[in-house]
């Protein structure tokens, strides 16, 4: 390796070198680079001036490799490969084929809209890393805006002038309730059948739709509704319904979780949603980040889940 360090040489003169070394001919080494002969014959005086040492023995009619041009051409050619490398790691990246990309999602996500997407990712960019992150939908907005994540599978997410929102699909609203709760007998339920009941369930912050509806409710009953409990993840909102502390208003896909102990009743109204979203930040530029969000696009409205619906 000493040899090669301390020197003033362009890769190309090592390939010319290589090519020298391979063919032991000027002539026939200049026809493969498609260079004029006297100009390969300067390029490697000018290296093996740079290096003081002779690289070939030539004649008149033969070239042969010096001991010291032995060892350097099986160092030029482990650089030429190693750059060579780096160009084509450098030319991925920019194209999209490899890179990493941190992938914010809510728990609901997990159970059905996760595995398809992975899956098309894996097919079509198999050395994208995707690093994934659960993540509710308050936190991975403030994960993009500090670029702790690069995309986020949210939920009812406000436009915002840094972050660019992508509606995917409307999935319905369901109602936990414990198998001991008095609607447990019910399959359809409207939300001033709701009223009077405890509630638990996830921060306004983290959803705010279903707090609009829950909002509704207290204004149009003669009793606002009690909200018992607050929880960060819809496991754990499962956790408090099985355990009698109230009912929730949860997405559809949550009963992939398979809680036990609890039953889910479809409501009436036709505004008992939740959009479901990609988010990303508007200035993004790296294009890996940008063609995983378009596949999750194309991926995620051409796939059939329970329970959702189109967007418009």
């Known amino acids: 390796m000493a040899i090669l360090q301390n020197v003033d040489m362009e890769l190309r003169q090592l390939r010319y070198a290589v090519a020298v070394a391979e063919d032991l001919h000027f002539g026939r080494a200049a026809d493969r680079l498609h260079v004029a002969q006297p100009s390969l014959s300067r390029q490697i005086r ?6 003081d040492v002779r690289i070939f023995d030539r004649t008149s009619r033969t070239v042969v490799l010096t001991a010291a041009g032995e060892a350097f051409i099986e160092m030029a050619r482990r650089t030429i490969r190693m750059a060579d490398a780096a160009s084509d790691t450098a030319r991925a990246a920019a194209s ?32 994208v890393l995707l690093d994934l992150r659960e993540l509710n939908s308050w936190q991975q907005v403030e994960a993009l805006r500090r670029g702790e994540i690069d995309l986020g599978i949210t939920r009812d997410v406000a436009p915002a002038d840094d972050l660019t929102v992508t509606p995917l699909f409307h999935e319905r609203l369901v109602v936990a309730v414990s198998d001991a709760h008095p609607l447990a007998t019910s399959d359809t339920v ?18 705010p739709r279903t707090w609009s509806l829950l909002s509704g409710l207290a204004f149009t009953s003669p009793s606002p509704f009690p909200f018992a409990q607050e929880a960060r993840q819809f496991t754990t909102v499962l956790a408090l319904v099985a355990a009698e502390l109230g009912i929730a208003i949860v997405p559809h896909s949550v009963k992939s979780l398979r809680r036990e102990g609890i039953r889910y009743l479809h409501l009436r109204e036709p505004e008992a949603y939740s ?20 596949l999750t696009v194309e991926t995620l409205k051409s796939v059939e889940l329970t329970g959702t619906q189109g967007t418009g």
């Open 46 to 51: 000018d290296l093996e001036r740079s290096l």
């Open 275 to 294: 959009e479901v979203q990609v988010a990303r930040r508007s200035k993004e530029s790296q294009i890996s980040v940008l063609q995983f969000h378009d």
């Open 96 to 127: 999209g084929w490899t890179g990493r990309v941190a992938l914010g999602f809510v728990t609901s996500a997990a159970g059905e809209i996760l595995p398809p997407l992975v899956s098309s990712q894996r097919r079509i960019r198999p050395a």
């Open 190 to 207: 409207g939300l001033d059948d709701l009223s009077g009941f405890d509630f638990v369930g996830l921060p306004r912050l983290s959803a």
